[in-house]
Nanobody, 122 residues
Framework: QVQLVESGGGLVQSGGSLRLSCAAS??????MGWFRQAPGKEREFVAA????????YYADSVKGRFTISRDNAKNTVYLQMNSLKPEDTAVYYC?????????????????WGQGTQVTVSS
């Protein structure tokens, strides 16, 4: 079992930056991912990172603007978000999966945080 707690969301102007954190407790040797869900839309993949950080995937919509990283000593995964756009507005969720393969599909993830709201104003 693992518990995930996100933090770092908030309101930011277009072009601004935010850094989300996801603190994991319990067993923490997992592949980690970030997903987001905007009102009226399905949850979508944002970024994922392998257990040791050697494999990283990004959604095309965030590539070049967002950076996922992890600090295994602190059991924490980060999502640095730069050049934010109004269309990045969503609830952002941290997720963990037991597979060593890095997936971009939400249903493969076993554990989820409660989400943190990110709002980008134009």
């Amino acid at each position: 079992q693992v518990q995930l707690v996100e933090s770092g969301g908030g309101l930011v102007q277009s072009g601004g930056s935010l850094r989300l954190s996801c603190a994991a407790s319990g067993r923490t040797s997992y592949t980690m991912g970030w997903f987001r869900q905007a009102p009226g839309k399905e949850r979508e993949f944002v970024a994922a990172i392998s257990r040791r950080g050697s494999v990283i995937y990004y959604a095309d919509s965030v590539k070049g603007r967002f950076t996922i990283s992890r600090d295994n000593a602190k059991n924490t995964v980060y999502l640095q978000m730069n050049s934010l756009k109004p269309e990045d507005t969503a609830v952002y969720y941290c997720a963990a999966e037991q597979s060593i393969v890095v997936h971009t599909i939400a249903r493969t993830y076993d554990y989820w945080g409660q989400g943190t709201q990110v709002t980008v104003s134009s």
